[in-house]
Every structure is written in C-alpha cells, then in structure tokens.
C-alpha cells in the first residue's frame, strides 16, 4: 500500500445488522431529534442576537455554546439521515476527513467553551470589582477567537499526522468518522502523533480541573453571601448541570472507544457512541432556556406576541 489514497471509501459496520424497518424507525427518531435540536437552539440564539438586554459576555458565551452543539450536531445527523435514507453504510474518503474535523473540532470546541464560562463566572462572583472592567468587549473576542480557533487547530493538526500513513482497512465500527477511528486504521505508528493525542489529552484534563477550582472558588465565596449564593443558583448551576451533562456522555463514548466489548448489543454499543453528540446539543439550549431568568422571560413574550398576532389573524 503505497498511499492512503488506497481506499477511496469507508464502510460503517454498525448498520450492517439493521433492517429496512428498523432503518426507517431510526431515520423518523434521528429526523425528529435534529430538528428539534435545531429549533431549541436557533431560538435562543436569535433571542440572545436579537436583545440587546442579553448581550453580556454570559449570555455571549451561551450562544456561543448553542452555536458549536449545532455545528456538532449537523456534523453527525445529516450524513447519519443520509445513509438510512439510501441503505448505504458507505462513505467516501474525502467525506469521512471532513466528518472528522467537524466532530473532533466540535468536541474541543465544548470544553473551550465550559471553561471560559466557568472563568466567566468566576470573575463575576469572586472578583466582581474587577470584572466590570475586565471584561471587556476586547477581552470577550479574544476569549471567543480561544474557543473557536484551538480546537479547530488541533482538529487539523491531529488529522494531518493521521493522514501522513496509509490505512490498512476501510471497516469502521461506529456510525460516523472521527480521528481517533481513523488513528487505528492506520498501518504505521507514529509516536509523534501519540504524543500530540497526549498533549491535548492532557489540555483537556487542565481545561475540567480549571473548571473545578472555579467552582470550587465560587463555593467558598457563596458561603459568605446572599448574594453571590444567588448568583450561583441562578447563573452557574445550569453551567454546571451542562458540564456534567457533557462529560458524562463523553466518557461514555471514550469508554467504547476504548473498552467496547462484543458482548453489548450493537444498538446499546451505537449509542454509547453518538451520545454525546446528539444529547448535550439538545439538552443544553433547553437547561439555559429553563434556568436563565432573562432568557426565560424573552422566550416567554416572543411566543406571546406570535400567539397574539396569530389570534388577530384568525379574527380578520
């Protein structure tokens, strides 16, 4: 085998027991689960867009979550739709690096964001005097342009040092393309790239820690105040709930990864592995929507006026 090049294709063997019936049952679920992703979270960020009340770096950084658990959820379901629709478990090279980057970037792209919000509210609840004239609109931009351009460079990177090598197989045990898959086709072993794997394993493990000492912080500090232990109910608990809400299905996918057994069912086995890209962007639009006050209330009237304006029509 002289090139990767040597494959043109890829084959999904997650599908290859399912049924034009079950097909059909999976693609109406997927179908619904995305669109409804996409409606709970457009809402939100238009409503955080369009008010100019919300625009706080908080609800900055909210948006700015909603808009990557988009970006990861179009990433896996159109091209999942795709091939219930056709019966195809059949996925072209070039396709499959793009799926890659998308999903990894996404998964990055998660924590980046989780641990600027928990920076977030860290300044605003232990250090208020300085977060007013810290965090300005300059600092908002770069902490985005951090959340946005670092896993999207280490999507790259990583895809780069996977590609050098040829594949030795085209099977994919999963229902979508991502590096790590792809490391593990690859005929050669490259101890630069285990060191890459490495190095941002460990970034992310710096990323959850900096996370915890925030809280950490912002429990002791609401110890001391009515205040702050309001903040914390109200701005930092749906955080929190969706940190947690994330790492739990990414360690359930790690754990098929790494430690996917034969003898689950390959239903619970698919699923283990598109947790964490089907519910955190669902869940997350819906636990802000819910928990934010001001959020809330803009969500509320909006839908009170289209009620209104749809009462007025029916009446002409």
Known sequence: ?????????????????????????????????????????????????????????????????????????TGFYPPFLYFLHIETNVISFGDCVIQSFAIFSYAGGEFTNLTVMAFDRYLAICRPLYYHTGMTSVTVWRLLTFIWMFPCLTALVMLLMTLRFPLCMNQIDKLYCETWILERLACQVDTAQFMISAIFGCLIIAMVCFVIFSYIKIII???????????????????????????????????????????????????????????PPLVNPIIYGIVLTPIRTKVIYALQRLRRKEKAEQEI
């Open 221 to 279: 500090a609401c110890k001391h105040s009515v205040q702050n232990h309001k903040k914390f109910m109200t701005t930092c608990l749906p955080h929190l709930v969706a940190l947690l809400n994330y790492v739990l299905w990414s360690l359930i996918n790690v754990s098929y990864v790494r430690f996917g057994s034969s003898i689950l069912p390959q239903g619970f086995k698919n699923f283990m592995s598109v947790s964490y890209m089907v519910v």
């Open 1 to 73: 085998m002289d090139n990767i090049s040597s494959y043109s294709f890829f084959t999904f063997t997650a599908l290859d027991d399912y049924s034009t019936s079950s097909r059909i049952t999976i693609f109406c679920f997927a179908l619904s689960g995305y669109c409804l992703t996409l409606f709970v979270s457009l809402v939100l960020i238009f409503i955080i867009l369009l008010e100019k009340i919300l625009h706080q770096p908080m609800y900055i950084f909210v948006c700015s979550l909603c808009i990557n658990g988009l970006y990861g959820a």
